[in-house]
Protein backbone atom coordinates (compact mmCIF):
# COMPACT_ATOMS: atom_id res chain seq x y z
CA UNK A 1 0.00 0.00 0.00
CA UNK A 2 1.19 3.51 -0.95
CA UNK A 3 0.29 7.08 -0.42
CA UNK A 4 -2.46 8.55 2.39
CA UNK A 5 -5.30 7.99 -0.32
CA UNK A 6 -4.16 3.83 -0.43
CA UNK A 7 -4.48 3.70 3.12
CA UNK A 8 -7.68 5.86 3.66
CA UNK A 9 -11.92 5.29 3.61
CA UNK A 10 -12.17 6.39 0.33
CA UNK A 11 -10.16 3.88 -1.11
CA UNK A 12 -12.33 1.21 0.80
CA UNK A 13 -15.65 3.07 -0.27
CA UNK A 14 -14.24 2.76 -3.94
CA UNK A 15 -13.13 -1.02 -3.23
CA UNK A 16 -16.91 -1.69 -2.05
CA UNK A 17 -18.61 -0.07 -5.12
CA UNK A 18 -16.11 -1.61 -7.78
CA UNK A 19 -14.81 -4.39 -6.22
CA UNK A 20 -11.06 -4.93 -4.90
CA UNK A 21 -9.63 -6.11 -7.96
CA UNK A 22 -10.49 -2.88 -10.14
CA UNK A 23 -8.85 -0.36 -7.20
CA UNK A 24 -5.05 -0.28 -7.36
CA UNK A 25 -3.07 1.08 -4.83
CA UNK A 26 0.16 -0.53 -4.75
CA UNK A 27 3.65 1.41 -6.14
CA UNK A 28 4.23 -1.11 -9.27
CA UNK A 29 0.63 -0.98 -10.31
CA UNK A 30 0.26 3.24 -9.77
CA UNK A 31 3.79 3.33 -11.80
CA UNK A 32 1.44 1.91 -14.77
CA UNK A 33 -0.63 5.15 -14.99
CA UNK A 34 1.88 7.68 -14.34
CA UNK A 35 1.88 9.58 -17.18
CA UNK A 36 0.34 9.16 -21.00
CA UNK A 37 2.09 9.03 -24.26
CA UNK A 38 3.79 12.15 -23.07
CA UNK A 39 6.13 10.35 -21.12
CA UNK A 40 7.75 14.00 -20.01
CA UNK A 41 5.09 14.46 -17.66
CA UNK A 42 4.79 12.05 -14.93
CA UNK A 43 3.13 11.99 -11.56
CA UNK A 44 1.71 8.85 -8.73
CA UNK A 45 -1.48 8.80 -8.88
CA UNK A 46 -2.92 7.85 -5.01
CA UNK A 47 -5.91 5.20 -6.29
CA UNK A 48 -6.33 4.10 -9.60
CA UNK A 49 -10.02 2.79 -9.97
CA UNK A 50 -11.60 1.18 -13.12
CA UNK A 51 -15.28 1.54 -12.88
CA UNK A 52 -17.69 -1.48 -14.88
CA UNK A 53 -20.18 0.66 -15.76
CA UNK A 54 -21.42 4.43 -15.98
CA UNK A 55 -23.55 4.03 -12.85
CA UNK A 56 -20.03 2.83 -10.76
CA UNK A 57 -18.26 6.07 -12.55
CA UNK A 58 -21.63 8.14 -10.70
CA UNK A 59 -20.90 6.12 -7.70
CA UNK A 60 -16.60 6.72 -7.76
CA UNK A 61 -17.50 10.99 -8.46
CA UNK A 62 -19.69 11.40 -5.88
CA UNK A 63 -17.17 9.72 -3.35
CA UNK A 64 -14.58 12.11 -4.18
CA UNK A 65 -16.74 15.11 -4.00
CA UNK A 66 -17.71 13.90 -0.55
CA UNK A 67 -14.18 13.51 0.70
CA UNK A 68 -12.93 16.36 -1.63
CA UNK A 69 -10.32 14.74 -3.46
CA UNK A 70 -9.08 15.51 -7.04
CA UNK A 71 -9.60 13.21 -10.62
CA UNK A 72 -8.73 12.76 -13.04
CA UNK A 73 -10.07 10.73 -16.13
CA UNK A 74 -8.21 8.13 -18.08
CA UNK A 75 -9.15 6.41 -21.32
CA UNK A 76 -6.30 4.70 -23.24
CA UNK A 77 -3.66 7.05 -22.12
CA UNK A 78 -2.64 7.37 -25.65
CA UNK A 79 -2.77 11.23 -25.56
CA UNK A 80 0.35 13.41 -26.53
CA UNK A 81 -0.11 16.56 -24.28
CA UNK A 82 -0.32 14.80 -20.80
CA UNK A 83 -3.73 15.53 -20.64
CA UNK A 84 -4.59 12.22 -18.54
CA UNK A 85 -1.26 12.65 -16.33
CA UNK A 86 -2.57 11.70 -12.81
CA UNK A 87 -3.06 14.21 -9.92
CA UNK A 88 -0.77 13.53 -7.16
CA UNK A 89 -2.56 12.14 -4.05
CA UNK A 90 -5.93 12.21 -6.31
CA UNK A 91 -8.30 9.54 -8.00
CA UNK A 92 -7.41 7.93 -11.53
CA UNK A 93 -10.33 6.93 -12.89
CA UNK A 94 -9.36 4.28 -16.18
CA UNK A 95 -12.77 3.76 -18.70
CA UNK A 96 -10.51 1.42 -20.19
CA UNK A 97 -12.80 -1.79 -18.93
CA UNK A 98 -16.35 0.16 -20.57
CA UNK A 99 -15.76 -0.96 -23.99
CA UNK A 100 -19.53 -1.89 -24.78
CA UNK A 101 -21.45 -1.03 -28.32
CA UNK A 102 -24.62 0.50 -26.50
CA UNK A 103 -26.53 0.44 -29.73
CA UNK A 104 -26.16 0.46 -33.40
CA UNK A 105 -29.03 2.63 -34.97
CA UNK A 106 -28.07 2.24 -38.81
CA UNK A 107 -31.43 3.55 -39.81
CA UNK A 108 -30.34 6.68 -37.91
CA UNK A 109 -26.87 6.12 -39.02
CA UNK A 110 -26.04 6.53 -35.23
CA UNK A 111 -24.05 3.97 -32.70
CA UNK A 112 -24.35 4.69 -28.70
CA UNK A 113 -20.77 3.36 -26.85
CA UNK A 114 -19.47 3.45 -23.39
CA UNK A 115 -16.20 5.74 -23.35
CA UNK A 116 -13.30 2.66 -23.50
CA UNK A 117 -14.62 1.72 -27.21
CA UNK A 118 -11.53 2.25 -29.20
CA UNK A 119 -11.90 4.60 -32.25
CA UNK A 120 -11.67 1.36 -34.86
CA UNK A 121 -14.43 -0.73 -33.02
CA UNK A 122 -17.38 1.87 -34.13
CA UNK A 123 -16.17 1.40 -37.47
CA UNK A 124 -15.76 -1.58 -37.24
CA UNK A 125 -19.49 -1.90 -35.37
CA UNK A 126 -20.95 -0.65 -38.16
CA UNK A 127 -18.70 -1.89 -41.48
CA UNK A 128 -18.22 -2.28 -44.63
CA UNK A 129 -21.87 -0.23 -45.03
CA UNK A 130 -20.72 3.01 -42.56
CA UNK A 131 -17.41 4.14 -41.02
CA UNK A 132 -17.05 6.68 -38.60
CA UNK A 133 -14.98 9.40 -40.38
CA UNK A 134 -12.68 10.93 -37.14
CA UNK A 135 -9.66 8.31 -37.85
CA UNK A 136 -6.77 9.62 -35.37
CA UNK A 137 -3.72 7.57 -36.11
CA UNK A 138 -3.88 5.89 -32.88
CA UNK A 139 -7.32 4.53 -33.81
CA UNK A 140 -6.67 0.81 -32.76
CA UNK A 141 -6.13 1.99 -28.85
CA UNK A 142 -7.08 5.59 -28.42
CA UNK A 143 -10.92 5.61 -26.88
CA UNK A 144 -13.71 7.66 -27.74
CA UNK A 145 -14.02 9.20 -25.07
CA UNK A 146 -10.11 10.38 -24.83
CA UNK A 147 -11.26 11.47 -28.72
CA UNK A 148 -14.74 13.68 -27.14
CA UNK A 149 -12.01 14.78 -24.79
CA UNK A 150 -9.55 16.37 -27.13
CA UNK A 151 -11.53 16.83 -30.45
CA UNK A 152 -9.69 14.56 -32.09
CA UNK A 153 -8.73 14.62 -35.30
CA UNK A 154 -6.73 12.38 -38.14
CA UNK A 155 -5.96 11.85 -42.04
CA UNK A 156 -9.91 12.00 -43.16
CA UNK A 157 -10.45 15.22 -40.83
CA UNK A 158 -9.63 17.71 -44.20
CA UNK A 159 -12.75 15.94 -46.11
CA UNK A 160 -15.00 14.59 -43.50
CA UNK A 161 -14.76 17.27 -39.99
CA UNK A 162 -13.08 16.42 -36.27
CA UNK A 163 -15.07 14.48 -33.51
CA UNK A 164 -17.24 17.41 -32.04
CA UNK A 165 -18.75 16.81 -36.31
CA UNK A 166 -20.04 13.50 -35.13
CA UNK A 167 -20.73 13.36 -31.45
CA UNK A 168 -24.45 14.53 -31.04
CA UNK A 169 -25.57 13.32 -27.60
CA UNK A 170 -23.44 12.16 -24.80
CA UNK A 171 -24.30 11.14 -20.98
CA UNK A 172 -22.15 12.93 -18.28
CA UNK A 173 -21.32 12.11 -15.28
CA UNK A 174 -20.78 15.78 -13.64
CA UNK A 175 -17.98 16.26 -10.60
CA UNK A 176 -20.27 16.21 -7.85
CA UNK A 177 -21.74 12.79 -9.39
CA UNK A 178 -24.46 13.82 -10.51
CA UNK A 179 -25.46 12.45 -14.48
CA UNK A 180 -27.37 14.56 -17.16
CA UNK A 181 -27.49 13.99 -20.27
CA UNK A 182 -26.64 16.47 -23.30
CA UNK A 183 -27.86 16.07 -26.60
CA UNK A 184 -28.89 12.79 -28.27
CA UNK A 185 -29.49 11.52 -31.50
CA UNK A 186 -30.62 14.56 -32.86
CA UNK A 187 -28.23 16.85 -34.80
CA UNK A 188 -29.09 19.78 -33.56
CA UNK A 189 -31.23 20.72 -29.88
CA UNK A 190 -32.43 23.54 -28.59
CA UNK A 191 -30.93 26.17 -26.65
CA UNK A 192 -27.17 26.81 -25.49
CA UNK A 193 -24.69 24.05 -27.16
CA UNK A 194 -23.43 22.18 -24.22
CA UNK A 195 -23.08 19.45 -25.73
CA UNK A 196 -20.25 21.68 -28.26
CA UNK A 197 -18.77 22.82 -24.95
CA UNK A 198 -18.18 19.25 -23.84
CA UNK A 199 -16.30 18.36 -26.90
CA UNK A 200 -12.65 19.27 -26.19
CA UNK A 201 -13.31 19.89 -22.88
CA UNK A 202 -10.18 17.94 -21.90
CA UNK A 203 -11.65 16.09 -19.05
CA UNK A 204 -12.20 19.33 -16.88
CA UNK A 205 -16.03 19.29 -17.08
CA UNK A 206 -16.90 15.68 -15.49
CA UNK A 207 -16.57 12.13 -17.42
CA UNK A 208 -18.92 10.72 -20.08
CA UNK A 209 -19.57 7.94 -19.70
CA UNK A 210 -22.18 6.95 -22.74
CA UNK A 211 -21.14 8.49 -26.45
CA UNK A 212 -23.79 8.61 -29.51
CA UNK A 213 -21.85 9.32 -32.66
CA UNK A 214 -22.92 9.99 -36.15
CA UNK A 215 -21.63 7.02 -38.44
CA UNK A 216 -21.80 7.69 -42.52
CA UNK A 217 -22.41 5.35 -45.64
CA UNK A 218 -19.06 4.03 -46.53
CA UNK A 219 -17.86 6.14 -50.14
CA UNK A 220 -18.33 3.40 -53.24
CA UNK A 221 -14.66 3.62 -54.25
CA UNK A 222 -11.15 4.68 -52.80
CA UNK A 223 -8.15 6.06 -54.49
CA UNK A 224 -5.06 6.44 -52.81
CA UNK A 225 -1.50 8.12 -54.50
CA UNK A 226 2.26 8.66 -53.10
CA UNK A 227 4.23 11.16 -55.11
CA UNK A 228 8.13 12.68 -54.36
CA UNK A 229 9.23 15.63 -54.26
CA UNK A 230 12.92 17.13 -53.88
CA UNK A 231 11.22 19.60 -50.80
CA UNK A 232 8.10 20.21 -48.97
CA UNK A 233 8.02 23.51 -50.34
CA UNK A 234 6.79 22.16 -53.82
CA UNK A 235 4.91 19.59 -51.81
CA UNK A 236 2.90 22.14 -50.38
CA UNK A 237 2.54 24.13 -53.15
CA UNK A 238 0.85 21.35 -54.38
CA UNK A 239 -1.83 20.67 -51.71
CA UNK A 240 -2.80 24.55 -52.39
CA UNK A 241 -3.21 23.94 -55.97
CA UNK A 242 -5.25 20.90 -55.03
CA UNK A 243 -7.36 22.68 -52.95
CA UNK A 244 -7.50 25.86 -55.14
CA UNK A 245 -8.84 23.62 -57.95
CA UNK A 246 -11.62 22.79 -55.99
CA UNK A 247 -10.86 19.20 -55.26
CA UNK A 248 -11.91 18.00 -51.72
CA UNK A 249 -9.62 14.93 -51.26
CA UNK A 250 -10.24 12.64 -48.60
CA UNK A 251 -6.89 12.86 -47.28
CA UNK A 252 -3.54 14.93 -47.69
CA UNK A 253 -0.48 14.18 -45.55
CA UNK A 254 3.20 15.08 -45.89
CA UNK A 255 5.93 13.87 -45.02
CA UNK A 256 9.56 15.11 -44.80
CA UNK A 257 12.92 13.64 -45.45
CA UNK A 258 13.97 12.79 -42.44
CA UNK A 259 10.51 11.27 -41.73
CA UNK A 260 10.45 9.13 -44.80
CA UNK A 261 13.88 7.97 -43.71
CA UNK A 262 12.67 6.38 -40.15
CA UNK A 263 9.32 5.48 -41.30
CA UNK A 264 10.80 3.52 -44.53
CA UNK A 265 13.44 2.04 -42.63
CA UNK A 266 10.92 0.57 -40.95
CA UNK A 267 7.89 -0.61 -43.22
CA UNK A 268 10.16 -0.91 -46.44
CA UNK A 269 7.22 0.35 -48.40
CA UNK A 270 9.68 1.60 -51.37
CA UNK A 271 9.81 5.28 -50.01
CA UNK A 272 12.51 6.45 -51.79
CA UNK A 273 15.10 7.48 -49.13
CA UNK A 274 16.31 10.31 -50.92
CA UNK A 275 12.95 12.06 -51.59
CA UNK A 276 12.44 15.59 -49.96
CA UNK A 277 8.92 14.90 -49.14
CA UNK A 278 6.27 12.25 -49.37
CA UNK A 279 3.10 13.37 -50.21
CA UNK A 280 -0.46 11.37 -50.04
CA UNK A 281 -3.24 11.76 -51.39
CA UNK A 282 -6.68 9.87 -51.33
CA UNK A 283 -9.86 10.77 -53.14
CA UNK A 284 -12.82 9.19 -52.14
CA UNK A 285 -16.36 9.33 -53.28
CA UNK A 286 -18.62 8.02 -55.78
CA UNK A 287 -16.22 5.94 -58.79
CA UNK A 288 -16.98 8.40 -61.97
CA UNK A 289 -16.39 11.39 -59.54
CA UNK A 290 -12.97 9.89 -58.11
CA UNK A 291 -11.53 8.72 -61.33
CA UNK A 292 -12.16 12.06 -63.13
CA UNK A 293 -10.70 13.97 -60.25
CA UNK A 294 -7.60 11.19 -59.42
CA UNK A 295 -6.47 11.82 -62.79
CA UNK A 296 -6.17 16.08 -62.54
CA UNK A 297 -4.41 15.13 -59.01
CA UNK A 298 -1.88 12.92 -60.57
CA UNK A 299 -1.20 16.16 -63.30
CA UNK A 300 -1.04 18.43 -60.38
CA UNK A 301 1.95 16.57 -59.22
CA UNK A 302 3.61 15.86 -62.00
CA UNK A 303 3.44 19.73 -63.16
CA UNK A 304 3.97 20.62 -59.19
CA UNK A 305 7.54 18.80 -59.40
CA UNK A 306 7.17 15.19 -58.48
CA UNK A 307 9.45 12.84 -59.66
CA UNK A 308 7.89 9.88 -59.30
CA UNK A 309 3.76 9.40 -58.73
CA UNK A 310 3.03 5.98 -57.17
CA UNK A 311 -0.60 4.78 -57.56
CA UNK A 312 -1.89 2.16 -55.58
CA UNK A 313 -2.96 -0.59 -57.71
CA UNK A 314 -4.96 -2.60 -55.17
CA UNK A 315 -6.43 -2.44 -51.34
CA UNK A 316 -3.09 -4.01 -50.09
CA UNK A 317 -0.87 -1.62 -51.64
CA UNK A 318 -2.69 1.55 -50.27
CA UNK A 319 -2.59 0.05 -46.83
CA UNK A 320 1.41 -0.65 -47.53
CA UNK A 321 1.01 3.49 -48.65
CA UNK A 322 -0.48 4.72 -45.51
CA UNK A 323 1.50 1.98 -43.36
CA UNK A 324 4.43 3.98 -43.63
CA UNK A 325 2.60 7.54 -42.71
CA UNK A 326 1.19 5.87 -40.01
CA UNK A 327 4.52 4.47 -38.71
CA UNK A 328 6.27 7.83 -38.69
CA UNK A 329 6.03 8.50 -35.03
CA UNK A 330 6.95 5.37 -34.10
CA UNK A 331 9.69 5.26 -36.48
CA UNK A 332 11.24 7.88 -34.69
CA UNK A 333 13.34 5.53 -32.14
CA UNK A 334 15.27 4.68 -35.51
CA UNK A 335 16.70 8.57 -35.03
CA UNK A 336 17.08 9.39 -31.74
CA UNK A 337 16.15 7.52 -28.60
CA UNK A 338 13.94 10.21 -27.20
CA UNK A 339 11.20 12.71 -29.26
CA UNK A 340 8.57 15.41 -28.47
CA UNK A 341 5.59 15.50 -30.43
CA UNK A 342 5.01 19.00 -31.32
CA UNK A 343 1.01 19.70 -32.77
CA UNK A 344 0.16 23.04 -34.15
CA UNK A 345 -1.48 24.44 -36.84
CA UNK A 346 -0.75 26.59 -39.45
CA UNK A 347 -2.74 28.48 -42.67
CA UNK A 348 -2.05 25.90 -45.51
CA UNK A 349 -0.35 28.95 -47.11
CA UNK A 350 2.18 29.61 -45.13
CA UNK A 351 3.74 26.21 -44.75
CA UNK A 352 7.05 26.84 -46.93
CA UNK A 353 8.31 29.97 -44.58
CA UNK A 354 7.40 28.41 -41.56
CA UNK A 355 9.06 25.00 -42.55
CA UNK A 356 12.46 27.40 -43.14
CA UNK A 357 11.84 28.55 -39.62
CA UNK A 358 11.70 25.35 -37.71
CA UNK A 359 14.84 24.53 -40.18
CA UNK A 360 16.77 27.31 -38.58
CA UNK A 361 16.04 26.94 -35.26
CA UNK A 362 16.88 22.95 -35.34
CA UNK A 363 20.07 24.09 -36.32
CA UNK A 364 20.43 27.10 -33.79
CA UNK A 365 19.54 24.11 -31.28
CA UNK A 366 21.48 21.55 -33.00
CA UNK A 367 19.05 18.80 -32.99
CA UNK A 368 17.22 17.41 -35.70
CA UNK A 369 13.48 17.95 -36.37
CA UNK A 370 11.31 15.58 -38.39
CA UNK A 371 7.85 16.76 -39.68
CA UNK A 372 5.11 14.82 -40.43
CA UNK A 373 1.78 16.89 -41.50
CA UNK A 374 -1.57 16.61 -42.11
CA UNK A 375 -0.83 18.81 -44.79
CA UNK A 376 -4.62 19.63 -46.14
CA UNK A 377 -5.65 21.00 -42.26
CA UNK A 378 -2.04 22.63 -42.38
CA UNK A 379 -1.93 20.97 -38.89
CA UNK A 380 2.21 20.35 -38.42
CA UNK A 381 3.50 17.42 -36.13
CA UNK A 382 7.37 18.47 -35.81
CA UNK A 383 9.41 15.77 -34.46
CA UNK A 384 11.94 17.05 -32.24
CA UNK A 385 14.49 14.19 -32.35
CA UNK A 386 16.66 14.53 -28.66
CA UNK A 387 19.17 12.10 -26.54
CA UNK A 388 18.06 12.68 -22.99
CA UNK A 389 21.62 10.97 -21.39
CA UNK A 390 23.18 13.94 -23.13
CA UNK A 391 23.54 16.66 -20.92
CA UNK A 392 21.16 19.47 -21.63
CA UNK A 393 19.34 18.38 -24.96
CA UNK A 394 16.12 17.36 -23.11
CA UNK A 395 15.92 20.74 -22.31
CA UNK A 396 16.84 22.88 -25.11
CA UNK A 397 14.52 19.84 -27.16
CA UNK A 398 11.55 21.54 -24.69
CA UNK A 399 12.92 24.71 -25.73
CA UNK A 400 12.93 24.07 -29.20
CA UNK A 401 9.77 22.80 -29.02
CA UNK A 402 8.31 25.73 -28.02
CA UNK A 403 9.85 28.37 -30.10
CA UNK A 404 7.82 25.88 -32.56
CA UNK A 405 4.45 26.69 -31.25
CA UNK A 406 5.45 30.57 -31.13
CA UNK A 407 6.76 30.51 -34.62
CA UNK A 408 3.03 29.13 -35.44
CA UNK A 409 1.16 31.53 -33.75
CA UNK A 410 3.15 34.40 -35.30
CA UNK A 411 2.25 33.10 -38.59
CA UNK A 412 -1.50 33.07 -37.31
CA UNK A 413 -2.00 29.73 -36.05
CA UNK A 414 -2.79 28.11 -33.16
CA UNK A 415 -1.18 25.90 -30.11
CA UNK A 416 -2.44 23.19 -31.28
CA UNK A 417 -4.41 21.25 -33.59
CA UNK A 418 -5.59 17.74 -32.24
CA UNK A 419 -3.66 16.97 -29.41
CA UNK A 420 -4.76 19.42 -27.05
CA UNK A 421 -3.51 21.78 -24.43
CA UNK A 422 -3.42 19.16 -21.19
CA UNK A 423 -0.61 19.88 -19.23
CA UNK A 424 2.21 20.77 -21.63
CA UNK A 425 0.82 23.08 -23.83
CA UNK A 426 -1.01 25.55 -20.85
CA UNK A 427 2.18 28.16 -20.72
CA UNK A 428 1.28 28.99 -24.23
CA UNK A 429 -2.50 29.74 -23.82
CA UNK A 430 -1.89 33.61 -23.18
CA UNK A 431 0.12 33.53 -26.51
CA UNK A 432 -3.68 32.80 -28.38
CA UNK A 433 -5.77 34.13 -25.91
CA UNK A 434 -6.64 37.59 -24.08
CA UNK A 435 -7.60 37.62 -20.20
CA UNK A 436 -10.82 37.87 -21.27
CA UNK A 437 -11.16 34.80 -22.87
CA UNK A 438 -9.44 32.98 -20.28
CA UNK A 439 -11.80 34.35 -18.03
CA UNK A 440 -14.77 33.12 -20.03
CA UNK A 441 -13.45 29.78 -20.38
CA UNK A 442 -12.75 29.92 -16.53
CA UNK A 443 -16.55 30.85 -15.70
CA UNK A 444 -17.81 27.70 -18.08
CA UNK A 445 -15.26 25.61 -16.37
CA UNK A 446 -16.68 26.72 -12.42
CA UNK A 447 -20.08 26.00 -14.08
CA UNK A 448 -19.46 22.88 -14.28
CA UNK A 449 -16.88 22.22 -11.27
CA UNK A 450 -16.64 24.77 -8.53
CA UNK A 451 -14.81 23.03 -6.40
CA UNK A 452 -11.78 22.61 -9.02
CA UNK A 453 -11.55 19.05 -8.90
CA UNK A 454 -12.22 17.99 -12.04
CA UNK A 455 -8.51 17.23 -14.22
CA UNK A 456 -7.02 20.28 -12.26
CA UNK A 457 -3.99 21.91 -13.03
CA UNK A 458 -4.39 20.99 -16.98
CA UNK A 459 -5.76 23.30 -20.08
CA UNK A 460 -5.62 26.85 -18.10
CA UNK A 461 -2.16 28.39 -18.13
CA UNK A 462 -1.70 29.22 -14.15
CA UNK A 463 -3.76 26.73 -11.39
CA UNK A 464 -6.38 29.75 -10.30
CA UNK A 465 -10.03 28.79 -8.33
CA UNK A 466 -13.40 30.08 -9.45
CA UNK A 467 -13.70 34.00 -9.83
CA UNK A 468 -9.79 34.23 -9.83
CA UNK A 469 -8.81 36.47 -12.08
CA UNK A 470 -6.36 34.94 -15.30
CA UNK A 471 -2.91 35.98 -15.73
CA UNK A 472 -1.20 38.40 -18.46
CA UNK A 473 -2.27 38.36 -22.24
CA UNK A 474 -0.91 39.01 -25.84
CA UNK A 475 -2.94 40.07 -28.58
CA UNK A 476 -3.29 37.39 -31.43
CA UNK A 477 -1.33 38.40 -34.71
CA UNK A 478 -4.01 37.87 -36.43
CA UNK A 479 -5.84 40.66 -34.70
CA UNK A 480 -2.60 43.13 -34.49
CA UNK A 481 -2.94 42.78 -38.34
CA UNK A 482 -6.67 44.12 -38.02
CA UNK A 483 -7.24 40.95 -40.32
CA UNK A 484 -9.22 39.70 -37.20
CA UNK A 485 -11.51 40.78 -34.63
CA UNK A 486 -12.87 39.80 -30.86
CA UNK A 487 -16.65 40.15 -30.58
C1 LIG B 1 1.24 7.25 -32.13
C2 LIG B 1 0.15 8.25 -31.82
C3 LIG B 1 -0.53 8.84 -32.86
C4 LIG B 1 -1.54 9.78 -32.60
N1 LIG B 1 -2.21 10.33 -33.65
C5 LIG B 1 -3.23 11.19 -33.40
C6 LIG B 1 -3.97 11.76 -34.49
O1 LIG B 1 -3.74 11.48 -35.67
N2 LIG B 1 -4.96 12.63 -34.18
C7 LIG B 1 -5.26 12.96 -32.88
O2 LIG B 1 -6.18 13.75 -32.68
N3 LIG B 1 -4.58 12.44 -31.84
C8 LIG B 1 -3.58 11.56 -32.07
N4 LIG B 1 -2.89 11.03 -31.00
C9 LIG B 1 -3.20 11.47 -29.62
C10 LIG B 1 -4.25 10.61 -28.87
O3 LIG B 1 -4.31 9.29 -29.39
C11 LIG B 1 -5.64 11.27 -28.90
O4 LIG B 1 -5.58 12.51 -28.21
C12 LIG B 1 -6.75 10.40 -28.28
O5 LIG B 1 -8.00 11.03 -28.44
C13 LIG B 1 -6.54 10.13 -26.80
O6 LIG B 1 -7.44 9.09 -26.43
P1 LIG B 1 -7.15 8.22 -25.12
O7 LIG B 1 -8.27 7.28 -24.93
O8 LIG B 1 -5.81 7.63 -25.20
O9 LIG B 1 -7.22 9.37 -24.02
P2 LIG B 1 -6.29 9.61 -22.75
O10 LIG B 1 -4.90 9.87 -23.16
O11 LIG B 1 -6.53 8.55 -21.76
O12 LIG B 1 -6.94 10.97 -22.20
C14 LIG B 1 -6.88 12.14 -22.97
C15 LIG B 1 -7.71 13.24 -22.28
O13 LIG B 1 -9.07 12.85 -22.29
C16 LIG B 1 -9.61 12.85 -20.98
N5 LIG B 1 -10.57 11.74 -20.96
C17 LIG B 1 -10.35 10.45 -21.28
N6 LIG B 1 -11.49 9.75 -21.22
C18 LIG B 1 -12.46 10.62 -20.86
C19 LIG B 1 -13.85 10.50 -20.63
N7 LIG B 1 -14.50 9.34 -20.77
N8 LIG B 1 -14.54 11.61 -20.28
C20 LIG B 1 -13.93 12.81 -20.13
N9 LIG B 1 -12.61 12.97 -20.33
C21 LIG B 1 -11.88 11.89 -20.69
C22 LIG B 1 -8.42 12.69 -20.08
O14 LIG B 1 -8.66 13.24 -18.79
C23 LIG B 1 -7.35 13.47 -20.83
O15 LIG B 1 -7.47 14.84 -20.55
C24 LIG B 1 -1.86 10.11 -31.25
C25 LIG B 1 -1.19 9.48 -30.20
C26 LIG B 1 -0.19 8.57 -30.47
C27 LIG B 1 0.51 7.92 -29.32
Known sequence: MEGRLADGPLADELRGICGDEHVLTHHHQLRTYESDGLLQYAALPGVVVLP???????????????????????GAGSGLSGG?????????????????????????????????VTNIAISEAVGPSHFYPPDPSSQIVCSIGGNVAENSGGAHCFKYGFTTNYVTGLEVVLPDGETVQLGGKGLDGPGLDVLGAFVGSEGTLGIATAITVRVIPSP???????????????AGEVVSEVVREGIVAGAMEMMDNLSIQAAEGATNAGYPQDAGAALVIELDGSQA????????????????????????????????????????????????????????????????PVLERIEALAREYDLKVANVFHAGDGNLHPLVCYDE????????????????????????????????????????????????????????????DPDGRANPGKVMPTPRLCGEVPGPYRRHPLEAAGLAERM
Open 220 to 234: ETTRCLVAFFDSTTE
Open 52 to 74: GDAREVAQVVAACHRAGVPFVAR
Open 389 to 448: SKEGEAQRAEELAGMIVKVCVDEGGSITGEHGVGVDKKRYMPQMFEEPDLAAFQRLRCAF
Open 84 to 116: AMPVEDGVLIVVSRMRRILEVDLANQRVVCEPG
Open 289 to 352: ECEARFDQVVSLCEQGGAWKVRVAQDEAERALIWKTRKAAFAAMGRIAPNYYVQDSVIPRTRMA
